[in-house]
């Protein structure tokens, strides 16, 4: 089993910056591809960013890039989200999600979830 514990979500104005934890515990988190999606109320889950396990492929949503960056640190278990520029669409619930198969993990198939941290955007 994996756990996942989000952290760093709030109340930002439109154009600052927020940074995204995802704290793990469990087994090996270097064996992980990890990732981050997003539900905005009333809408589906949408994928926004993976990291592969040694940091060697990142892959973002289009209406993320150039914005967003992806980034873990193995030796303390965690990733993290580098949100700057950020525009009211982009409030939503994030979800940090883990699975070893980095490819399957770019297309939605995750392994663990964790329960989420709120980001809201003010115009």
């Known amino acids: 089993q994996v756990q996942l514990v989000e952290s760093g979500g709030g109340l930002v104005q439109a154009g600052g910056s927020l940074r995204l934890s995802c704290a793990t515990s469990?087994?090996?988190?270097?064996?992980?591809?990890m990732s981050w999606f997003r539900q905005a109320p009333g809408k589906e889950r949408r994928f926004v960013a993976a990291i592969s396990w040694n940091s060697g492929n990142t892959e973002y949503g289009d209406s993320v890039k150039g914005r967003f960056t992806i980034s873990r640190d193995n030796a303390k278990n965690t990733v993290y989200l580098q949100m700057d520029s950020l525009k009211p669409e982009d409030t939503a619930v994030y979800y940090c999600?883990?699975?070893?198969?980095?490819?399957?993990?770019?297309?939605?198939?995750?392994?663990?979830w964790g329960k989420g941290t709120l980001v809201t955007v003010s115009s």
């Open positions: 469990g087994r090996a988190f270097s064996r992980y591809g």
């Open positions: 999600a883990a699975n070893t198969n980095y490819y399957l993990l770019t297309r939605g198939g995750v392994d663990y």
